[in-house]
């Protein structure tokens, strides 16, 4: 199994910045991308910004140019920079990796249990 923990979740104003943490543990053979999803209430869970191992990166139109997503391939470890944060990201962030165990070596997508990010005005 593997464990995806997140932290750097908190309350900040409109204009300041978040940097969130996920860290992948467990059985784990490899990883493939790794993923940065929010969920604001009432709505569906959208992708904010994804990462491959080789270091490419995509984001959502909504944070391109105020997110930088990164990570250490050595830690297992995912990194959400969120600068200029507006009232509309507030919403809980997921992190979501694809890994693969030595149980069965299929690749298979693990979620986090979500930190919470509100952006007051």
């Known amino acids: 199994q593997v464990q995806l923990v997140e932290s750097g979740g908190g309350l900040v104003q409109a204009g300041e910045s978040l940097r969130l943490s996920c860290a992948a543990s467990g059985s784990i053979v490899s990883i493939n991308s790794m993923t940065w999803a929010r969920q604001a209430p009432g709505k569906q869970r959208e992708l904010v910004a994804s990462i491959t191992t080789a270091g490419s990166t995509n984001y959502a139109d909504s944070v391109k140019g105020r997110f930088t997503i990164s990570r250490d391939n050595a830690k297992n470890t995912v990194y959400l920079q969120m600068n200029s944060l507006k009232p509309e990201d507030t919403a809980v962030y997921y992190c979501?990796?694809?890994?693969?165990?030595?149980?069965?070596?299929?690749?298979?997508?693990?979620w986090g249990q979500g930190t919470q990010v509100t952006v007051s005005s």
């Open positions: 979501n990796c694809f890994a693969r165990t030595p149980a069965d070596l299929l690749l298979r997508p693990y």
